[in-house]
Nanobody
Framework: EVQLVESGGGLVQAGGSLRLSCATS????????LGWFRQAPGVEREALSC????????YYANSVKGRFTISSDNARNTLYLQMNSLKPEDTAVYYC??????????????????WGQGTQVTVSS
């Protein structure tokens, strides 16, 4: 059974940093793409960053490029998102997700079949 559990969210002041973790089980990283997504109230879920461990390919949304860094520890089956220079508009519920994927473009968020429960990130001004 595929499972994903996020942690590391919280309240931080603007300009601060947080690191999110996503502990996974039930699948092999090399056969999957993993990603971080977020959803604010009344806003469609958006993809922030994705990674494909098989070839180390990554994707970043323009809104987080240069501020967020995705990484994975295959030995620990854990995905990370280092978030720096946080802004109030980064406030949202953050999710990690996984999809079987061996190459090509990263799929859109709605095609990911496996999701964590989400962790709240609140950035105060």
């Amino acid at each position: 059974e595929v499972q994903l559990v996020e942690s590391g969210g919280g309240l931080v002041q603007a300009g601060g940093s947080l690191r999110l973790s996503c502990a996974t089980s039930g699948f092999t990283f090399d056969d999957y793409a993993l990603g971080w997504f977020r959803q604010a109230p009344g806003v469609e879920r958006e993809a922030l960053s994705c990674i494909r461990s098989a070839d180390s390919t990554t994707y970043y949304a323009n809104s987080v490029k240069g501020r967020f860094t995705i990484s994975s520890d295959n030995a620990r089956n854990t995905l990370y998102l280092q978030m720096n220079s946080l802004k109030p508009e980064d406030t949202a519920v953050y999710y990690c997700a996984a999809i079987p994927h061996l190459g090509g473009e990263f799929p859109p968020w709605y095609e990911y079949p496996y999701w964590g429960q989400g962790t709240q990130v609140t950035v105060s001004s």
